[in-house]
């Protein structure tokens, strides 16, 4: 009887290895888990997004302050890093790089999406996403900053003999856009309100307004609203049922 009380507590006591063994796991458990924390902290995204400014809008300049305005609010609310990019503001365009968390650029999305059901008091109108890009390795961008540029309000239509596909197209606006960027890295401590200096050393990373105009007019881009119908939307699959897509009875083999 003494014999099996021995050997039952012989059991019950771990041995030094599994003791070492547990310890050195909930020790790298619990460094992993506030480490996957800030790493999903941390992801990044770009959205650029093209509209019309509206007619009523007598300054533009309160185009950029209303988004300042709108990013601090995010800020607050989200309790994470600010929006940083750049707003370039034509005579009738604008064109908008963002970096941001996606629940602030979703937030962006929904704002714009919102706007267009003001109609008459929308500050932009018939937006486009020109691209979202997601999980970017680190900002471009350091700052959030606009510039009034000081390009005529006529231009010539869009060569539509060139006959070039959307994503090409997107493509070169994407790759001026970051270059862009790139050249605003040489000027870490300009102002918000970018000097016309800046951006007169490169004018030819400046998207020529007939290229705004065209891709506007393109249906292969989204509109915001658009872009959430497809988010929002919930995903109704039909498992093992014999569903044939497009038919209208949800039996059919």
């Known amino acids: 009887m003494a014999g099996r009380e021995k050997a039952g507590q012989m059991k019950l006591k771990a041995s030094p290895q599994e003791k070492v063994r547990t310890n050195l796991l909930q020790h790298m458990l619990s460094r992993r888990a506030p480490t996957a924390k800030e790493d999903t902290k941390l992801l990044l995204h770009r959205l650029v997004f093209l509209a019309k400014i509206s007619p009523e809008l007598a300054d533009k300049r309160d185009?950029?302050?209303?988004?300042?305005?709108?990013?601090?609010?995010?800020?607050?609310?989200?309790?994470?890093?600010?929006?940083?990019?750049?707003?370039?503001?034509?005579?009738?365009?604008?064109?908008?790089?963002?970096?941001?968390?996606?629940?602030?650029?979703?937030?962006?999305?929904?704002?714009?999406?919102?706007?267009?059901?003001?109609?008459?008091?929308?500050?932009?109108?018939?937006?486009?996403?020109?691209?979202?890009?997601?999980?970017?390795?680190?900002?471009?961008?350091?700052?959030?900053?606009?510039?009034?540029?000081?390009?005529?309000?006529?231009?010539?239509?869009?060569?539509?003999?060139?006959?070039?596909?959307?994503?090409?197209?997107?493509?070169?606006?994407?790759?001026?856009?970051?270059?862009?960027?790139?050249?605003?890295?040489?000027?870490?401590?300009?102002?918000?309100?970018?000097?016309?200096?800046?951006?007169?050393?490169?004018?030819?990373?400046?998207?020529p307004q007939d290229t705004i105009c065209h891709l506007l007019e393109c249906q292969e881009l989204l509109s915001p609203v658009q872009f959430l119908q497809a988010y929002d939307s919930p995903l109704n699959i039909v498992m093992d049922s014999g569903y044939v897509f497009g038919s209208d009875n949800p039996y059919a083999v």
């Open 63 to 207: 185009l950029a302050g209303y988004w300042h305005r709108f990013f601090l609010s995010l800020q607050r609310y989200y309790q994470g890093e600010g929006v940083t990019g750049l707003l370039l503001l034509y005579p009738t365009y604008v064109v908008h790089t963002l970096e941001a968390s996606s629940e602030v650029l979703y937030s962006i999305l929904r704002d714009l999406r919102d706007m267009q059901a003001q109609q008459h008091r929308a500050l932009v109108l018939e937006p486009k996403i020109l691209v979202l890009s997601h999980n970017i390795p680190s900002r471009l961008f350091q700052q959030w900053s606009y510039k009034v540029l000081a390009v005529p309000s006529r231009h010539l239509g869009y060569d539509t003999s060139r006959e070039e596909p959307i994503e090409t197209i997107t493509g070169e606006c994407l790759a001026m856009l970051l270059k862009l960027g790139m050249h605003l890295l040489k000027y870490p401590k300009s102002p918000p309100n970018l000097p016309d200096a800046i951006l007169g050393e490169v004018p030819n990373l400046i998207i």
